[in-house]
């Protein structure tokens, strides 16, 4: 029978989350995008997108079942998603056919650029966009799964500081927090705008002045951390973290978390692990200017 590529649709959501299991189980086969460990991280992240899935996601079936997957998704720029491809199609171009259909959708879309993620040890992957013109971007990054039932929560600090959800008249100062912390092109401007709005980002204040932000992302369910220099080993970063962990748990119970910051930065993984955050994937990032 010969392979079909064709559009996402509801009923290979099962073989997709089985595709994404295997790859996280697995160190030379990781990608940075999907993570979906469950049937709720799937669902809810396919929900969040604004827009149909099958107008960005891509299926290769064959034999009456999904068997590859790939694609793209578009928020806040475009991420490449997958390709995965089940061991006993590998070595048919299954995940190259899914590459190129994966670029050409951000082409169509008029997208600048095409960003990837891989495991550090995903050394088939790497040659695969290195082949279609992605390049390496940045320092490896490590990601951590944020567990409710894990979580330990972080006490006030004594130095008299306050959080509070970011207003619309903080946009400016919210802004200068992310690029002091943050790698050019880790969020938009607007994207961050936008979280304002939707009251999703917890700011802490020393003397009226922000020091530190903690955003969580609905979306994909992604928190971005920042703290400046002036308030780090302090204390403050774990705090506001831990805040804002603990009122989304009170509004979402159950729901999984996760945090990405550069391997390299001890500091913040001596934060997360203190509160039981716990490194889960070693990532490389790419880059495909279109």
């Keep these: 029978m010969d392979a079909n590529l ?16 295997r790859a996280l189980a697995r160190e030379e086969e990781q990608v940075g995008a999907p993570l979906w460990a469950s049937e709720e991280e799937l ?11 099958a107008d960005t996601l891509r299926v290769i079936e064959e034999e009456g079942e999904a068997v590859a997957f790939g694609g793209i998704v578009v928020a806040d720029g475009a991420t490449l998603m997958g390709p995965l491809v089940a ?6 171009a299954f995940g190259r056919s899914l590459l190129e259909a994966s670029i050409e959708l951000a082409r169509e879309r008029r997208l600048e650029l095409l960003a990837a ?15 279609a013109g992605f390049r390496p971007s940045g320092a490896l990054q490590a990601v951590y799964r944020i567990l409710p039932d894990a979580h330990r929560a972080i006490g006030q600090p004594s130095e008299g500081v306050t959080s509070r959800m970011a207003e619309t008249a903080d946009v400016e100062r919210v802004l200068a927090i992310c690029n002091e912390c943050f790698a050019p092109g880790t969020s938009s401007e607007e994207s961050w705008r936008q979280a304002i709005e939707r009251r999703q980002v917890r700011l802490a204040e020393q003397a009226g002045e ?28 774990g705090y506001v973290l831990s805040e804002a962990l603990e009122e989304y748990w ?22 997360y692990r ?17």
Excluded at 7 to 17: I, K, N
């Design 6 to 21: 064709r559009s996402y649709e509801s009923r290979d959501r099962g073989a997709l989350l089985a595709l994404s299991r």
């Design 87 to 92: 061991p006993r199609f590998r070595g048919r």
């Design 210 to 237: 922000p020091i530190a932000l903690v955003r969580v992302d609905l979306a994909n369910r992604r928190v971005f951390h920042g703290v400046t220099a002036a308030a780090r080993a302090r204390g403050i970063g």
């Design 274 to 290: 203190r509160q039981g955050l716990v490194p889960w994937l070693l990532l490389q990032l790419f880059e495909l200017a279109l």
């Design 43 to 53: 669902d809810a992240e396919l929900a969040g997108l604004g827009y149909r899935p």
């Design 117 to 131: 993620s891989l495991g550090a040890h995903n050394i088939g992957g790497r040659l695969l966009l290195e082949r």
């Design 250 to 271: 009170r509004l979402r119970p159950g729901t999984p978390l996760r945090l990405m910051a550069p391997a390299a930065n001890v500091a913040a993984s001596r934060i």
